[in-house]
């Protein structure tokens, strides 16, 4: 069965679609921040010793200011949900 969509149809069905795939973009972005934020994480200090686990923090949700963990400075260096994290403009240390 084939179904013939005039132009307003096929543009309120597109609209809907983009409009589906940024409500699940955000809900996942939402967990991701929450994950981070929550997630106790082992990483190596610059003078190459382990830390506690402890929460990495989302770069979303920390304020210029934060400095959490002292060398961290809003980097998504080890994140723990950096591979699926819809998040564009992750930042990584040099």
Known sequence: MK???????YQQLKSFQR??????????QALCTKICNEM??????PDGFLTDPRP??????????DNLHGY????C???PVISICPYKGKKFSK
């Open 3 to 9: 179904y013939l969509l005039d132009e307003d149809e």
């Open 19 to 28: 409009l589906a795939i940024l409500q699940e973009t955000e809900k996942l």
């Open 40 to 45: 106790p994480v082992e990483y190596e200090k």
């Open 56 to 65: 990495w923090h989302c770069i979303l949700s920390l304020q210029r200011t």
């Open 72 to 75: 961290q400075g809003g980097y």
């Open 77 to 79: 260096d080890h994140c």
